[in-house]
């Protein structure tokens, strides 16, 4: 920012940095916002890096920290060059350039357009950020449908920095979401995986999971699940996506590791069960059945958000050893102990445990395999004795003889 003012240009912190620190939170990270153009801002830095044709960006790389720097955008309409709108109103790309003032109307939330100004050490607000932050409420800037329309993916962020924040969504900015869930699907599968794993991956995937439902936004990240969750097992509501959720945000509370692959095995577990169930009763082989199943589901999936490959492979890794855990005799066990995902695919299997998915004394038997010692674990895995046939006594057979 320094830098940038001695260059003769204006530079300000802006966005979800000044929010946090202003509520007494640690910031994820920190963005610029400066009149210099992106060229501009690439010849005053040599570790520049231009990025992004949708909006034209600036990455300054110091070391392993990339600071974003964007050049302050307009409200007027520019070339089509600068501009491109879809016929549904989404922004394609934007890049007409103006001032700060300008800028912050183009922005998404007021409590996101506020700016730091390092020339006096003051907060500029041009949209009522800062009475929308002391009072804990969320408001789109502008027409709330049409800032949805130009980029759908605000409903996400929506719901993300009000649970974050522990904010309420103004009711402006609520209405609109309920009917405009599904231009969702509109938006590149890619980049929804990525704002699935900021919902879900950020210590409050629980309540984030529950708002998604509540706003009809779930169903159309993951519609296979949804499609479960709406029906019932046994008479009973379906409650293994929601434990799965409840158990890694304990993990991240404890400082604990998350990964995705566990938590979408989770979302989609139901789904392939089903449809494996289903090809077993028209006669496909169990392995098979679950094969084809996690590969058909995942080929849905896929087109709502794009999972990559190194993430699909370790779901159905998770998924085809649960059954691998029911062969507890011989080596099998020794082998299934040594595979790469067996700590993922045990923890799963204890999940379904709690959840009624499978027998309580299945996950006690592994969770002793894995503690006891090599001779405890031959005796354990030893087949069960065969019931001894009772021999015939010869001379208790010719007593019977003569007797008749």
């Not at 679950?290 to 998770?318: G, H, W, Y």
Request: proline share 4%; charged share 30%; hydrophobic share 40%.
């Amino acid at each position: 920012m320094y830098r940038l003012k001695k260059s003769g240009y204006e530079a300000y912190l802006v966005g979800g940095c000044v929010r946090d620190l202003l509520l007494g939170l640690e910031p994820k990270d920190f963005d610029v916002a400066t009149n210099a153009s992106p060229e501009q801002v690439r010849k005053a830095f040599r570790n520049c890096r231009l990025i992004g044709r949708r909006f034209r960006l600036a990455h300054v790389h110091f070391g392993r920290e990339i600071i974003e720097v964007a050049t302050f955008r307009s409200s007027e309409k520019g070339s089509d060059i600068d501009q491109k709108v879809h016929e549904d109103g989404r922004l394609l790309r934007d890049n007409v350039f103006g001032s700060i003032e300008e800028d912050a109307w183009r922005r998404d939330f007021t409590v996101n357009a506020l700016y730091y100004n390092i020339q006096d050490f003051s907060i500029a607000d041009y949209t009522g950020g800062m009475e929308d932050l002391s009072v804990g409420v969320l408001s789109l800037i502008g027409d709330p449908a049409t800032r949805y329309k130009e980029d759908p993916v605000r409903m996400l962020r929506a719901v993300r920095f009000a649970i974050k924040l522990g904010f309420v969504l103004d009711p402006e900015c609520e209405k609109p979401i309920f009917e405009l869930a599904h231009l969702l699907s509109g938006i590149p599968a890619a980049r929804l995986y990525d704002e699935a794993l900021k919902l879900f991956l950020a210590g409050k995937g629980l309540q984030t999971f529950e708002m998604l439902r509540h706003y009809g936004l779930y169903s159309v990240l993951f519609p296979q699940s949804e499609q479960c969750l709406a029906s019932e097992e046994n008479n009973f509501p379906r409650v293994f996506v929601t434990r799965a959720l409840e158990n890694s945000d304990n993990r991240i509370a404890e400082g604990k590791s998350v990964t995705p692959y566990f938590l979408l095995s989770a979302f989609l577990w139901e789904s392939v069960q089903e449809l494996a169930r289903e090809k077993i009763k028209e006669g496909d082989n169990e392995s098979f059945a679950f094969q084809n199943a996690a590969s058909q589901v995942l080929s849905v999936q896929v087109k709502s958000i794009s999972i990559p490959k190194r993430v699909t492979q370790s779901m159905r890794e998770v998924w085809l050893l649960q059954s691998r855990f029911n062969k507890r005799v011989g080596s099998r066990p020794y082998r299934l102990l040594t595979h790469p995902r067996f700590r993922a695919a045990y923890d799963f299997l204890v999940l379904r445990t709690e959840t009624g998915g499978a027998e309580k004394e299945l996950a006690e038997w592994w969770t002793t395999f894995q503690s006891v010692n090599e001779i405890e674990q031959k005796k354990m895995t030893r087949p069960p004795r065969k019931p001894k046939k009772k021999k015939k006594v010869a001379g208790l057979t010719k007593a019977k003889e003569s007797n008749d």
